[in-house]
Structures are given as C-alpha cells and as structure tokens.
C-alpha cells in the first residue's frame, strides 16, 4: 500500500489560519502520511514578495513545529528560476514509489488561475487536486478549466482512484483570511494575534517584517 502525501504552495508571505487549518483538515480528511507545506522561492505570477524566501521559509516552519502531519519542503529555495509547480511535482515524483498517492492542495482562486500555469496539462499526471474553498473568492471556473472539470473531476473526494489524475472539491472550515490582509494588518501597526500561530507573530515581531517604515 503506497503512502498518501499531500503538498500545499505558497508563498506564505505570511503563512496563516487559511493555509494551516485547511492543510490539517486535508490531512485528516484524506488520512495523509504527510502533508509538506512548500513556499516557493520565486513566485510565477506576482511580484517579489515583501519578505525573504528565507524569512517566509523560517515563518512555515515555526508554523508547523510539532504538528504532524504538516512538514516543510524547501525544495523550490534551492532553484534560481521561477517556482513552477511542474518542476516540483516531477521532483518529488523522482522520490516517491509510483503506488504513492500524492495530493495538491489549490485554493480556489489559485485552481481558477491553473490555466496559465507552466506546462499546466500535464500536472494531473503526476497528482490528484484537491481544491480548497476560500469564502473570498466568487469567481467561476474559466471557460478552459470546464473539460478538464468535466473530465477528471470526482464527487465524493473518498471515491479518488490512483496515484493520481483526478479532481476533488474538498470542505474545510471556511476562514476568510489571506496573507495581503495581514501585512496590511501589520503595516498600519494593528495586531494580527490569532490570524497566525503566535509562533509566526513572534518570528514575524522579532525581525522587524512587514512593518510601515517610519
Ligand atoms: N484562507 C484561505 N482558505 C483557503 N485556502 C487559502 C487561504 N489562503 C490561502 N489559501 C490557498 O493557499 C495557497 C497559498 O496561498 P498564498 O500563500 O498565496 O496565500 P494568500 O493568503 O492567498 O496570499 P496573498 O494574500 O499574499 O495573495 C493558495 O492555493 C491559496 O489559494
Ligand atoms: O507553475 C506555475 O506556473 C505556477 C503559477 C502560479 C503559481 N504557482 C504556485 O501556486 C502556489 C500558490 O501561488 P500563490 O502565488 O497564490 O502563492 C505556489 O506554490 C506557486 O509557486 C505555480
């Protein structure tokens, strides 16, 4: 029996509530071996993020200390061009047995956005989806998502067959928090307590990060 892993990306700039409650309940859910929380170094699609890849690497490991079965994957720091996740996916295949079943977890607005993904066809290949609600986000599946849905999307996320290939909506508590929230937050010198473990608030106070410049 192969084991069930999951990933979720990010750039996690900071890492919050929204990915670590989501991320745990998947695990739970889908009784995953490991689910590995992967910032990436390089974002494709946005600008250079207001922390280091470093600072934003430490913020998800101070996150996921101790709290199985969320890990840290630094594999996208270690590459000098954008972090595509083709290339991290293929990576992690290369380690894994072809019976283990690998999870990608994409918020809503980022699954809507797969289409303009590097080499975005050939991802189902090496995983199934699993696509997490975000309440923020009300917008509909692009027109060239609606094959794919129509093709490869399952209802009951449970009734996922293989190592991969398949998509599947899954529920999560519904928290209405982002990243661009909490450095807004942080810059008009408000609290962010309880929208990041307080171990990332700590990390976050410690070095001075997304604070308005005096
Ligand atoms: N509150 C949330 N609920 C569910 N999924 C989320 C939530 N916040 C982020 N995600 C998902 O987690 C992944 C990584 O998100 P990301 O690091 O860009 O955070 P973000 O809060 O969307 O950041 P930003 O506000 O800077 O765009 C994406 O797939 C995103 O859709
Ligand atoms: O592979 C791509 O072309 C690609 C394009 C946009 C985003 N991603 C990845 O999607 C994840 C969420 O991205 P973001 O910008 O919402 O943090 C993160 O792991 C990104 O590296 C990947």
Not at 67 to 74: I, Q
Not at 131 to 143: H, I, K, S, T, Y
């Amino acid at each position: 029996m192969g084991r069930r892993i999951g990933v979720l990306g990010g750039t996690f700039d900071p890492v919050h509530i929204g990915h670590l409650r989501g991320a745990l309940e998947v695990a739970e859910q889908f009784a995953l071996d490991e689910l590995r929380l992967i910032p990436n170094s390089q974002p494709p699609h946005r600008g250079v993020p207001s922390s280091s890849a470093a600072d934003r690497l430490a913020m998800v490991q101070c996150a996921v200390a101790d709290l199985p079965p969320l890990t840290v994957d630094a594999r996208e720091l270690g590459r000098d061009r954008p972090s595509y996740t083709i290339d991290t996916l293929e990576s992690l295949r290369a380690e894994l047995s072809a019976d283990d079943r690998l999870y990608l977890l994409l918020g809503w607005d980022a699954f809507c956005g797969l289409p303009g993904w590097r080499r975005w066809e050939e991802l189902l290949e090496h995983c199934h989806i699993l696509v997490l609600q975000r309440p923020d986000a009300d917008m509909e599946a692009p027109e060239a998502l609606r094959d794919l849905l129509a093709g490869r999307s399952v209802s009951d996320p449970q009734a996922l067959l293989g190592s991969s290939g398949q998509i599947a909506f899954v529920w999560q508590t519904p928290l209405e928090v982002s990243a661009t929230q909490i450095r807004q937050l942080l810059a008009s010198g408000r609290s962010v307590r309880f929208l990041v473990p307080d171990a990332v608030l700590a990390y976050i106070n410690a070095h001075g990060l997304y604070r308005a410049p005096n």
